[in-house]
């Protein structure tokens, strides 16, 4: 299948989300932004979020949900740059909600019972509006955090961890039927499933 770049210059994207219009809402980690890139490839920065956005998913409401990580420290070399610590401005793992229309920006967790969000990374909704999500963790530079995976409502009713610890848990999906969670781990080049009881 032939590759068509649609824009350059975005500041580390992730979590690309494609909407009805055509257009692909996306993260800028580095940017600390929420962008939408046109299929022209104009862009226009949605919401302006801080610390380091990673995943996005659009919730049973219309608004985009951000998992940001806090922000990292970035190391250039090459001409490449790449993400190799937790920010010496880290301002705290959190997921968030983007009224899309707005631009509004709402926090709407920080932690859990067992204690803070220290890197949220990837995000899913399941058939009944709540999402699961991994935090990955951050590393310094001689000590790491151990990561976990996560369920919570739209609403900011209610947090859940699920599964911890694991290390480095990145990027996370449903099974169509929505039965079987996967959670895919970065360091160790595993992919774990999870079956769905509740």
Known sequence: MPLKEVAR????PEGPVAMPDGSVLLVEI???ALTRVMPDGARTVVAETGGGPNGAAIGPDGACYI???GGFHWHEEGGSVRPVAQA???????IERV????????????GTETGRLRGPNDIVFDAH??????DLGKGRARDMDRGGVYYARADGSLIKEVAYPLMTPNG????PDGERLYVAE?????????DVSG
């Open 9 to 12: 210059g975005l500041r580390f």
């Open 30 to 32: 580095r940017a600390g």
């Open 67 to 69: 998992c940001n990580n």
């Open 88 to 94: 010496d401005d880290y301002s705290g793992g959190r």
């Open 99 to 110: 009224d899309l229309e707005t631009g509004a920006v709402r926090v709407l967790y920080t």
């Open 129 to 134: 509006g709540g999402f699961w999500f991994t």
């Open 172 to 175: 996370i999906g449903l099974s």
């Open 186 to 194: 970065t360091a160790t080049g595993r992919l774990w499933a999870y």
